[in-house]
């Protein structure tokens, strides 16, 4: 009887799971092209983004954008960077997501993630390229699926 249940669950769940990575999608999107509203868009109104050391590398210890260590309390409160006007473009890739549905409304994931930073003529480094997972808490407000949490952990950071 319960294996029943569980699928009987099954199409909401796997409805979760989608439109929770169609949210992380248009994050990535939204910070690769410096669209802030998008970004906001995929927010809950009471997040908190966690991004503090997230271009230090663990081995040897440097931070190669410590502009970038910063926390964003309330989907209000993303900052538009203007790193596109400055000469700075980052592209972000997601992988391999581990996502929890936990309950209907809430749900944990870790993503794999590259990221690379490409930096403007005249900066310390021409290429930032961080490896290592998001760590994010998800919850559900009238239907749709908004990041809550956010911490970046790094397994490699190098610079070129």
Not at 4 to 17: F, G, V, W
Not at 56 to 73: C, H, K, N, Q
Not at 128 to 147: C, F, L, N, P
């Amino acid at each position: 009887m319960q294996e029943q249940s569980a699928n009987t669950c099954l199409p909401d769940h796997l409805a979760a799971i989608e439109a929770i990575r169609q949210a992380k999608a248009r994050y990535f999107r939204g910070v690769d092209t410096n669209n802030a509203d998008l970004v906001r868009s995929v927010l809950a109104e009471d997040c908190e983004l966690d991004y503090r050391d997230c271009f230090v590398d663990p081995a040897s210890g440097t931070d190669y954008f410590p502009e970038m260590s910063i926390v964003v309390r309330t989907r209000s409160g993303w900052p538009n960077l203007g790193l596109r006007s400055r000469g700075i473009v980052s592209v972000h890739q997601g992988h391999h997501a581990d996502i929890e549905v936990t309950d209907d409304t809430t749900a944990t994931v870790v993503w794999a993630m590259t990221d690379r930073i490409f930096m403007p003529a005249g900066a310390p480094y021409r290429l930032i390229i961080g490896y290592g997972h998001y760590h994010e808490t998800y919850e559900k407000v009238r239907g749709a699926w908004y990041i809550k949490t956010l911490r970046i952990s790094r397994l490699r950071v190098e610079a070129r």
